[in-house]
């Protein structure tokens, strides 16, 4: 089974940074996208940056210029760096993967999610 580990959230002021981390179970190069998402409370889920196997990456249009996804196949780890953080980030971010099979089914892994609070 595939497992995901976020970590790295935690409580910042507005302007600071972050860095997640997503540790996976299996190379990152064997699944056919990671990403970040996010839900705020009362809010659906969102994308926020994602990577595909081809190195191809997709933001959000709220974090376009601030955020970056970057990946380390030696550590099994993808990671989002967070600059200059609004209070509208304010969320739960999760680590997701997507993986194919020989008859090309889709499998969508998820992590637990780790909280990022942008407050004074």
């Known amino acids: 089974q595939v497992q995901l580990v976020e970590s790295g959230g935690g409580l910042v002021q507005p302007g600071e940074s972050l860095r997640l981390s997503c540790v996976a179970s299996k190379p990152i190069f064997s699944f056919v996208e990671v990403g970040w998402y996010r839900q705020a409370p009362g809010k659906q889920r969102e994308l926020v940056a994602s990577?595909?196997?081809?190195?191809?990456?997709s933001y959000g249009g709220s974090v376009k210029g601030r955020f970056t996804i970057s990946r380390d196949n030696a550590k099994n780890t993808v990671y989002l760096q967070m600059n200059s953080l609004e209070p509208e980030d304010t969320a739960v971010y999760y680590c997701n993967a997507d993986e194919a099979d020989g008859n090309m089914n889709v499998y969508n892994y998820w992590g637990q999610g780790t909280q990022v609070t942008v407050s004074s």
């Open positions: 990577i595909s196997d081809y190195g191809n990456t």
